[in-house]
């Protein structure tokens, strides 16, 4: 497993932008494919976007395609979130997560390791 530490949540007006950092520690990071996921409060987590091994190929929710971008630096051991346009609605804790199924799946029960979260909350 991975340890994972998200960073960059923060309060933003609509249409402003955030980034945020997931750092993994570990030598075999490059090994997992990592996704991004959020659960807004009354609701269910949900996949935001996901990157393969590799960084070559990514999905992304219907819900921030055009908007979002994921992207990892296998160097520095960190994927990132993008994330410009934002609406209210994309108010929610977000939160990292590493697979080892390194394909990139977006179902949450192949992810084994979780950050602890970081809250992004939108203004209208």
């Known amino acids: 497993q991975v340890q994972l530490v998200e960073s960059g949540g923060g309060l933003v007006q609509a249409g402003g932008s955030l980034r945020l950092s997931c750092a993994a520690s570990?030598?075999?990071?490059?090994?997992?494919?990592m996704g991004w996921f959020r659960q807004a409060p009354g609701k269910e987590r949900d996949v935001v976007a996901v990157?393969?091994?590799?960084?070559?190929?990514?999905y992304y929710a219907d819900s921030v395609k055009g908007r979002f971008t994921i992207s990892r630096d296998n160097a520095k051991n960190t994927v990132y979130l993008q994330m410009n346009s934002l609406k209210p609605e994309d108010t929610a804790v977000y939160y990292c997560?590493?697979?080892?199924?390194?394909?990139?799946?977006?179902?949450?029960?192949?992810?084994?390791?979780w950050g602890q979260g970081t809250q992004v909350t939108v203004s209208s």
């Open positions: 997560a590493a697979s080892p199924n390194g394909l990139g799946p977006i179902r949450e029960y192949e992810y084994g390791s």
């Open positions: 570990g030598r075999t990071f490059s090994r997992y494919a």
């Open positions: 990157i393969n091994w590799s960084g070559g190929s990514t």
